[in-house]
Protein backbone atom coordinates (compact mmCIF):
# COMPACT_ATOMS: atom_id res chain seq x y z
CA UNK A 1 0.00 0.00 0.00
CA UNK A 2 1.61 3.69 -0.81
CA UNK A 3 0.59 6.24 2.67
CA UNK A 4 -0.64 9.45 1.20
CA UNK A 5 1.80 11.94 1.03
CA UNK A 6 0.62 15.05 3.15
CA UNK A 7 1.36 17.69 0.01
CA UNK A 8 2.02 20.54 2.31
CA UNK A 9 2.83 22.94 -0.53
CA UNK A 10 -0.66 22.80 -1.27
CA UNK A 11 -3.00 25.16 -3.48
CA UNK A 12 -3.17 28.01 -1.23
CA UNK A 13 0.40 27.77 -0.34
CA UNK A 14 0.99 28.29 -4.40
CA UNK A 15 -1.47 30.77 -4.51
CA UNK A 16 0.04 32.84 -1.30
CA UNK A 17 3.36 33.19 -3.55
CA UNK A 18 1.04 34.44 -6.90
CA UNK A 19 0.10 37.17 -4.20
CA UNK A 20 3.58 38.09 -3.05
CA UNK A 21 4.52 38.67 -6.90
CA UNK A 22 1.91 40.71 -7.95
CA UNK A 23 1.59 42.60 -4.25
CA UNK A 24 5.31 44.12 -4.84
CA UNK A 25 4.99 44.10 -8.36
CA UNK A 26 2.15 46.72 -8.14
CA UNK A 27 4.52 48.59 -5.59
CA UNK A 28 7.40 48.66 -8.30
CA UNK A 29 9.40 47.31 -5.51
CA UNK A 30 11.22 43.67 -4.76
CA UNK A 31 10.60 41.67 -2.18
CA UNK A 32 12.50 42.57 1.04
CA UNK A 33 11.76 41.40 4.98
CA UNK A 34 9.89 43.13 7.44
CA UNK A 35 7.01 43.54 4.70
CA UNK A 36 3.47 43.46 4.97
CA UNK A 37 3.56 39.89 4.26
CA UNK A 38 5.69 38.93 7.57
CA UNK A 39 3.21 41.19 9.81
CA UNK A 40 0.10 39.61 8.20
CA UNK A 41 1.61 36.23 9.17
CA UNK A 42 3.10 37.32 13.01
CA UNK A 43 -0.03 39.62 13.47
CA UNK A 44 -2.72 36.27 12.78
CA UNK A 45 -0.17 33.80 14.58
CA UNK A 46 -0.24 36.41 17.83
CA UNK A 47 -3.79 36.74 17.42
CA UNK A 48 -4.01 32.50 17.77
CA UNK A 49 -1.82 32.61 20.57
CA UNK A 50 -4.61 34.58 22.43
CA UNK A 51 -2.57 38.14 22.52
CA UNK A 52 1.38 38.64 22.20
CA UNK A 53 3.90 39.57 20.03
CA UNK A 54 5.85 37.61 17.36
CA UNK A 55 8.55 37.22 15.13
CA UNK A 56 9.06 35.53 12.19
CA UNK A 57 12.83 34.23 11.30
CA UNK A 58 14.95 32.23 9.38
CA UNK A 59 15.26 29.23 10.68
CA UNK A 60 13.95 26.97 13.84
CA UNK A 61 17.35 27.01 14.66
CA UNK A 62 17.50 30.86 14.44
CA UNK A 63 14.18 31.19 16.43
CA UNK A 64 15.89 28.60 19.46
CA UNK A 65 18.91 31.06 19.42
CA UNK A 66 16.94 34.74 19.16
CA UNK A 67 14.50 33.39 21.84
CA UNK A 68 17.05 32.48 24.39
CA UNK A 69 19.35 35.42 23.40
CA UNK A 70 16.23 37.67 24.28
CA UNK A 71 16.98 36.56 27.90
CA UNK A 72 19.70 38.21 27.97
CA UNK A 73 21.22 35.90 30.46
CA UNK A 74 24.82 35.89 31.34
CA UNK A 75 27.54 33.88 30.27
CA UNK A 76 27.85 30.67 32.24
CA UNK A 77 24.45 30.34 33.76
CA UNK A 78 23.15 27.00 34.34
CA UNK A 79 20.11 26.01 31.90
CA UNK A 80 18.05 23.22 32.36
CA UNK A 81 17.31 21.18 28.83
CA UNK A 82 14.70 18.37 28.21
CA UNK A 83 16.46 15.44 27.33
CA UNK A 84 15.32 14.93 23.65
CA UNK A 85 15.58 18.01 20.96
CA UNK A 86 16.90 18.72 17.40
CA UNK A 87 20.62 19.92 18.27
CA UNK A 88 20.10 23.28 17.05
CA UNK A 89 18.30 24.67 20.54
CA UNK A 90 21.33 23.17 22.62
CA UNK A 91 23.88 24.51 20.02
CA UNK A 92 22.47 27.27 20.56
CA UNK A 93 22.89 27.03 24.49
CA UNK A 94 26.33 26.51 24.14
CA UNK A 95 26.96 28.93 21.50
CA UNK A 96 25.97 31.38 23.49
CA UNK A 97 28.36 30.39 26.44
CA UNK A 98 25.14 29.15 28.42
CA UNK A 99 25.86 25.90 30.86
CA UNK A 100 23.48 23.30 29.54
CA UNK A 101 21.89 20.22 32.59
CA UNK A 102 19.38 17.76 31.49
CA UNK A 103 16.31 16.71 32.60
CA UNK A 104 14.55 13.27 32.22
CA UNK A 105 11.60 12.75 30.91
CA UNK A 106 8.48 10.77 32.63
CA UNK A 107 8.58 6.96 32.10
CA UNK A 108 7.47 6.18 28.65
CA UNK A 109 7.45 9.20 27.46
CA UNK A 110 9.82 11.98 25.50
CA UNK A 111 8.74 14.67 27.40
CA UNK A 112 9.22 16.42 31.28
CA UNK A 113 6.98 16.29 33.59
CA UNK A 114 7.47 18.67 36.92
CA UNK A 115 8.49 15.57 39.25
CA UNK A 116 11.64 15.33 36.31
CA UNK A 117 11.57 19.05 36.79
CA UNK A 118 12.67 19.52 40.19
CA UNK A 119 14.63 16.47 40.24
CA UNK A 120 17.18 18.63 38.33
CA UNK A 121 16.89 22.55 39.33
CA UNK A 122 19.56 24.02 41.40
CA UNK A 123 20.54 27.05 42.82
CA UNK A 124 22.42 27.96 40.23
CA UNK A 125 19.47 27.71 37.45
CA UNK A 126 18.38 30.65 35.68
CA UNK A 127 16.36 29.16 32.87
CA UNK A 128 14.53 26.49 31.54
CA UNK A 129 14.20 25.27 28.01
CA UNK A 130 11.27 22.66 27.70
CA UNK A 131 10.70 21.08 24.40
CA UNK A 132 7.13 19.62 23.58
CA UNK A 133 8.17 16.41 21.50
CA UNK A 134 5.85 14.77 19.03
CA UNK A 135 2.76 16.65 19.08
CA UNK A 136 2.52 15.99 22.86
CA UNK A 137 3.24 18.72 25.25
CA UNK A 138 5.31 18.41 29.09
CA UNK A 139 4.24 19.26 32.19
CA UNK A 140 4.13 23.39 31.05
CA UNK A 141 1.83 24.94 33.96
CA UNK A 142 3.56 23.40 36.74
CA UNK A 143 6.69 23.57 35.50
CA UNK A 144 6.10 27.21 35.21
CA UNK A 145 4.92 28.08 38.59
CA UNK A 146 7.89 26.30 40.14
CA UNK A 147 10.05 28.34 37.93
CA UNK A 148 8.37 31.60 38.46
CA UNK A 149 9.21 31.09 42.45
CA UNK A 150 12.79 30.47 42.00
CA UNK A 151 13.25 33.51 39.29
CA UNK A 152 13.92 30.62 36.63
CA UNK A 153 13.04 32.24 33.12
CA UNK A 154 11.51 29.08 31.05
CA UNK A 155 11.98 29.12 26.90
CA UNK A 156 9.28 26.67 25.11
CA UNK A 157 10.37 24.59 22.12
CA UNK A 158 6.85 24.16 20.35
CA UNK A 159 8.33 23.35 16.85
CA UNK A 160 6.79 19.75 17.05
CA UNK A 161 3.42 20.71 19.35
CA UNK A 162 2.34 24.12 18.09
CA UNK A 163 -1.62 24.45 19.44
CA UNK A 164 -1.77 22.03 21.43
CA UNK A 165 -3.00 21.56 24.88
CA UNK A 166 -1.45 20.90 28.33
CA UNK A 167 -3.71 19.89 30.80
CA UNK A 168 -2.39 17.81 33.28
CA UNK A 169 -4.78 18.32 36.17
CA UNK A 170 -8.27 18.22 35.45
CA UNK A 171 -8.34 21.42 38.32
CA UNK A 172 -6.17 23.94 35.81
CA UNK A 173 -9.66 25.00 34.14
CA UNK A 174 -6.98 27.87 32.08
CA UNK A 175 -5.27 24.98 30.69
CA UNK A 176 -8.24 24.56 28.63
CA UNK A 177 -7.85 27.42 26.05
CA UNK A 178 -4.40 28.11 26.91
CA UNK A 179 -1.61 26.99 23.79
CA UNK A 180 1.75 25.84 24.87
CA UNK A 181 3.92 28.78 23.83
CA UNK A 182 1.81 31.20 26.02
CA UNK A 183 3.22 29.88 29.40
CA UNK A 184 6.92 30.41 29.44
CA UNK A 185 8.48 33.88 28.99
CA UNK A 186 8.58 32.99 25.37
CA UNK A 187 8.70 30.78 23.11
CA UNK A 188 9.97 29.56 19.68
CA UNK A 189 8.93 27.28 16.47
CA UNK A 190 9.98 25.53 13.81
CA UNK A 191 7.96 26.20 10.41
CA UNK A 192 10.39 24.13 8.50
CA UNK A 193 9.32 22.07 5.43
CA UNK A 194 7.94 18.68 7.65
CA UNK A 195 6.34 20.47 10.45
CA UNK A 196 2.42 21.33 11.28
CA UNK A 197 2.83 24.90 10.03
CA UNK A 198 5.04 24.61 7.16
CA UNK A 199 7.04 27.21 5.12
CA UNK A 200 7.87 24.71 3.14
CA UNK A 201 11.67 25.51 3.59
CA UNK A 202 13.00 26.39 6.50
CA UNK A 203 12.10 29.43 8.85
CA UNK A 204 10.88 29.82 12.60
CA UNK A 205 8.45 31.88 14.65
CA UNK A 206 9.22 33.48 17.97
CA UNK A 207 6.43 34.44 20.32
CA UNK A 208 6.39 35.90 24.09
CA UNK A 209 3.37 38.31 25.57
CA UNK A 210 6.35 40.42 27.10
CA UNK A 211 7.12 43.72 25.34
CA UNK A 212 10.51 44.15 26.54
CA UNK A 213 11.47 40.63 25.65
CA UNK A 214 9.70 41.28 22.00
CA UNK A 215 12.11 44.32 21.48
CA UNK A 216 15.13 42.00 22.15
CA UNK A 217 13.54 39.17 20.06
CA UNK A 218 13.54 42.40 17.60
CA UNK A 219 16.99 43.68 17.56
CA UNK A 220 18.42 40.09 18.14
CA UNK A 221 17.03 38.76 14.66
CA UNK A 222 18.17 41.99 13.16
CA UNK A 223 21.80 42.98 13.78
CA UNK A 224 20.95 44.54 17.25
CA UNK A 225 18.53 47.25 15.67
CA UNK A 226 16.33 49.13 17.05
CA UNK A 227 13.25 47.88 15.09
CA UNK A 228 10.32 49.56 17.13
CA UNK A 229 11.90 52.99 16.54
CA UNK A 230 10.43 54.93 14.15
CA UNK A 231 12.62 58.54 14.35
CA UNK A 232 16.16 56.65 13.93
CA UNK A 233 17.84 55.70 10.61
CA UNK A 234 17.90 51.76 11.04
CA UNK A 235 20.38 50.73 8.25
CA UNK A 236 23.31 52.71 10.22
CA UNK A 237 24.69 50.49 12.11
CA UNK A 238 26.07 52.99 14.84
CA UNK A 239 22.16 52.70 15.93
CA UNK A 240 22.38 49.20 16.81
CA UNK A 241 22.50 47.93 20.80
CA UNK A 242 24.36 45.29 20.62
CA UNK A 243 26.11 42.59 18.23
CA UNK A 244 23.62 40.16 16.10
CA UNK A 245 23.42 38.78 12.85
CA UNK A 246 20.51 39.15 10.48
CA UNK A 247 18.17 35.91 11.16
CA UNK A 248 15.39 38.00 9.44
CA UNK A 249 12.85 35.73 7.42
CA UNK A 250 11.91 36.89 3.60
CA UNK A 251 8.31 38.05 2.30
CA UNK A 252 7.55 34.09 0.11
CA UNK A 253 8.45 32.55 3.40
CA UNK A 254 5.91 34.50 5.45
CA UNK A 255 2.96 34.53 2.69
CA UNK A 256 3.72 30.37 2.49
CA UNK A 257 3.63 30.26 6.29
CA UNK A 258 0.66 31.96 6.61
CA UNK A 259 -1.06 30.09 4.22
CA UNK A 260 -0.51 26.79 6.45
CA UNK A 261 -1.26 28.45 9.57
CA UNK A 262 -5.01 29.31 8.12
CA UNK A 263 -5.35 25.65 7.47
CA UNK A 264 -3.54 24.64 10.76
CA UNK A 265 -6.30 23.51 12.78
CA UNK A 266 -7.79 21.47 10.10
CA UNK A 267 -4.68 19.94 9.90
CA UNK A 268 -4.42 18.92 13.69
CA UNK A 269 -7.84 17.55 13.48
CA UNK A 270 -7.05 15.27 10.75
CA UNK A 271 -3.64 14.13 12.68
CA UNK A 272 -6.12 13.80 15.65
CA UNK A 273 -8.46 11.62 13.85
CA UNK A 274 -6.00 9.17 12.66
CA UNK A 275 -4.90 8.29 15.94
CA UNK A 276 -8.12 7.55 17.02
CA UNK A 277 -8.33 5.31 14.66
CA UNK A 278 -5.35 3.45 15.05
CA UNK A 279 -5.62 3.56 18.91
CA UNK A 280 -8.28 1.55 18.43
CA UNK A 281 -7.26 -0.56 15.68
CA UNK A 282 -3.87 -1.39 18.05
CA UNK A 283 -6.45 -3.12 20.13
CA UNK A 284 -5.87 -5.92 18.46
CA UNK A 285 -2.16 -6.00 18.83
CA UNK A 286 -0.29 -8.25 21.69
CA UNK A 287 2.80 -6.12 21.21
CA UNK A 288 2.51 -2.49 20.24
CA UNK A 289 0.14 0.23 21.83
CA UNK A 290 0.29 4.30 22.24
CA UNK A 291 0.76 5.26 25.25
CA UNK A 292 -0.47 8.51 25.68
CA UNK A 293 -4.47 8.48 24.87
CA UNK A 294 -5.71 11.91 25.45
CA UNK A 295 -5.51 13.05 21.39
CA UNK A 296 -7.96 15.55 21.86
CA UNK A 297 -4.92 17.79 23.51
CA UNK A 298 -1.98 16.47 21.18
CA UNK A 299 -0.82 18.52 17.86
CA UNK A 300 0.13 15.56 16.27
CA UNK A 301 3.75 15.60 14.55
CA UNK A 302 4.51 12.16 14.87
CA UNK A 303 3.23 9.31 17.08
CA UNK A 304 5.37 7.03 19.28
CA UNK A 305 4.09 3.40 19.09
CA UNK A 306 5.73 1.36 22.62
CA UNK A 307 6.30 -2.08 21.97
CA UNK A 308 6.87 -4.90 24.83
CA UNK A 309 10.09 -6.26 23.72
CA UNK A 310 9.97 -8.83 26.19
CA UNK A 311 7.31 -10.59 24.15
CA UNK A 312 9.48 -11.10 21.35
CA UNK A 313 11.85 -13.37 20.47
CA UNK A 314 14.17 -10.98 18.65
CA UNK A 315 15.88 -7.55 19.62
CA UNK A 316 13.51 -4.45 19.13
CA UNK A 317 15.79 -2.90 15.84
CA UNK A 318 15.33 -6.47 13.97
CA UNK A 319 11.40 -6.23 14.83
CA UNK A 320 11.08 -3.25 13.76
CA UNK A 321 12.94 -3.17 10.51
CA UNK A 322 10.54 -6.17 9.69
CA UNK A 323 7.46 -3.89 10.16
CA UNK A 324 9.17 -1.09 7.89
CA UNK A 325 10.23 -3.47 5.55
CA UNK A 326 6.19 -3.91 4.92
CA UNK A 327 5.92 -0.29 3.93
CA UNK A 328 5.03 1.74 7.15
CA UNK A 329 6.40 4.70 7.63
CA UNK A 330 8.76 5.24 10.55
CA UNK A 331 11.93 5.55 12.40
CA UNK A 332 13.51 2.79 14.25
CA UNK A 333 15.23 4.20 16.92
CA UNK A 334 15.00 8.28 17.86
CA UNK A 335 18.28 10.12 17.73
CA UNK A 336 17.07 12.88 19.33
CA UNK A 337 17.92 12.19 22.97
CA UNK A 338 21.03 14.39 24.18
CA UNK A 339 22.75 11.30 26.04
CA UNK A 340 23.51 9.43 22.95
CA UNK A 341 25.86 12.62 21.99
CA UNK A 342 29.04 11.70 22.66
CA UNK A 343 30.25 14.95 20.68
CA UNK A 344 27.59 17.02 23.55
CA UNK A 345 28.87 15.53 26.72
CA UNK A 346 31.83 17.80 27.19
CA UNK A 347 29.25 20.72 26.82
CA UNK A 348 26.89 19.29 29.62
CA UNK A 349 27.13 20.78 33.78
CA UNK A 350 27.47 17.34 34.52
CA UNK A 351 27.33 13.38 33.25
CA UNK A 352 23.98 12.96 34.59
CA UNK A 353 22.17 10.36 31.80
CA UNK A 354 18.36 10.60 30.77
CA UNK A 355 17.65 7.04 31.81
CA UNK A 356 14.12 7.19 30.81
CA UNK A 357 14.06 8.89 27.29
CA UNK A 358 16.86 5.81 26.74
CA UNK A 359 14.45 3.58 28.02
CA UNK A 360 11.50 5.02 26.07
CA UNK A 361 13.94 4.95 22.92
CA UNK A 362 14.51 1.64 23.37
CA UNK A 363 11.13 0.18 23.54
CA UNK A 364 9.68 2.26 20.82
CA UNK A 365 9.16 3.48 17.53
CA UNK A 366 8.11 6.60 15.72
CA UNK A 367 5.47 6.46 13.22
CA UNK A 368 5.30 9.06 10.69
CA UNK A 369 1.77 10.38 10.03
CA UNK A 370 0.28 12.98 8.14
CA UNK A 371 -3.28 14.78 7.75
CA UNK A 372 -4.19 12.97 4.98
CA UNK A 373 -3.96 9.28 6.72
CA UNK A 374 -7.51 7.77 7.69
CA UNK A 375 -8.77 4.81 8.65
CA UNK A 376 -7.71 2.42 5.44
CA UNK A 377 -4.26 3.70 6.63
CA UNK A 378 -4.25 2.45 10.15
CA UNK A 379 -5.90 -0.99 9.59
CA UNK A 380 -3.51 -1.26 6.50
CA UNK A 381 -0.69 -0.32 9.38
CA UNK A 382 -1.91 -2.27 12.24
CA UNK A 383 -2.47 -5.16 10.02
CA UNK A 384 1.60 -5.31 8.99
CA UNK A 385 2.25 -4.60 12.81
CA UNK A 386 0.42 -7.73 13.28
CA UNK A 387 1.46 -9.76 10.45
CA UNK A 388 4.86 -9.07 11.53
CA UNK A 389 4.02 -9.94 15.60
CA UNK A 390 2.80 -13.49 14.43
CA UNK A 391 6.09 -14.26 12.94
CA UNK A 392 8.13 -13.03 15.64
CA UNK A 393 6.26 -13.84 19.20
CA UNK A 394 7.66 -16.12 21.57
Not at 72 to 84: A, T
Not at 155 to 161: F, N, T, W, Y
Not at 162 to 180: D, E, G, M, T
Request: proline fraction near 3%; include cysteine.
Amino acid sequence: MKFPPRKALGSNEIKSINQVIRYYKKKGIDPGYQGYFEHSLCKKFSLMMGGGYTDACSSGTAAAYIAISALNLKKGSEVLISPVTDSGPLNALILLGLKPRLIDSYPNSYNVSLKQFLNRVTKKTKAALIMHIGGETSQIYEICKEAKKRKIKVIEDCSQAPFARSIWNKKYSLCNKKFVGAFGDISFFSTMYSKTISSSGSSGLVFTKNKKLYRNVLSHADRGKQIWRKNINLKDPSKALHPALNLNSNEFSSAITLASLNRVKKTIKGRIKFLENLNNDLKSSKTCSVVYKNFKLFSPFFISIHIKTHLLKIGKINFVNNIKKEGVPLLNSYGCIISDWKWARKYMQDKFITKNAINFKNNSFNLFLNENYGKQESRAIVAKIIKVEKKFLK
